[in-house]
């Protein structure tokens, strides 16, 4: 079974930038599409932005053009690069398959936005 291991998350002002990884135990990002997931305590998890096979990407509407999400496939690794981060971005992040979650979930890396 493949392991998702999240990190990079922290404390940041708004404002200020973060780069999450996410590195995976096997070759997924060769068989399917990826994104990152986040969730808030008492809310549904929700993706934040995915990859495809082809490298295009879709984000949700509340982070298009503050957040750019990448993959290394020769590292097994996801990355989410977030700038101009707002407090309502403050969540445990997660990645994992999109659409359909085919892997257990990591333990997320936690973002938190506040001054």
């Known amino acids: 079974q493949v392991q998702l291991v999240e990190s990079g998350g922290g404390l940041v002002q708004p404002g200020g930038s973060l780069r999450l990884s996410c590195a995976a135990s096997?070759?997924?990002?060769?068989?399917?599409?990826m994104a990152w997931y986040r969730q808030v305590p008492g809310n549904e998890r929700e993706s934040v932005a995915a990859i495809f096979h082809s490298g295009t990407a879709n984000y949700r509407d509340s982070v298009k053009g503050r957040f750019t999400i990448s993959r290394d496939i020769a590292k097994n690794t996801l990355y989410l690069q977030m700038n101009s981060l707002k407090p309502e971005d403050t969540a445990v992040y997660y990645c994992?398959?999109?659409?359909?979650?085919?892997?257990?979930w990591g333990q997320g890396t936690q973002v938190t936005v506040s001054s």
């Open positions: 994992n398959t999109y659409p359909a979650v085919v892997v257990d």
């Open positions: 096997g070759s997924i990002f060769s068989f399917y599409n």
